[in-house]
């Protein structure tokens, strides 16, 4: 096993691990609970991603690379409305909530 990428939070982790798993690198979050012992440890401890196989090492960072510079890549834009009811829909979603419209 090797200690690969700390991550800033359990979300994060999770994410990298279902990112990893995508590209059939086995990983495992180490520490992802810690924060229950507060007080009895550093109050700065983060979950750790650890490779399962050394030899994935490669294929794990340019997976974290792409897992990176992917961060904030959401659209921008603000709700859109549907051309066939009318419904405003939250930009997050491409389908209408009302009549089931793919946006365009």
């Known amino acids: 096993m090797l200690k690969f990428y700390e991550a800033q939070d359990s979300l994060e982790a999770r994410q990298l691990i279902d990112a990893l798993a995508a ?10 609970y810690l924060s229950g012992a507060a ?14 196989n050394n030899n994935d090492l490669d294929l794990a960072q340019t997976v974290l690379d792409g897992f990176l510079a992917s961060r904030g890549s959401l659209p921008k834009a603000g709700p859109w409305v549907c051309t066939h009811c009318g419904a405003e829909v939250d930009a997050g979603f491409d389908i209408c909530w009302q009549c089931g419209l793919q946006k365009k």
């Open 39 to 52: 007080g009895e440890l550093s109050a700065f401890n983060f979950p750790w991603i650890w490779l399962i």
């Open 23 to 32: 590209h059939n690198v086995e990983a495992t979050v180490l520490g992802e």
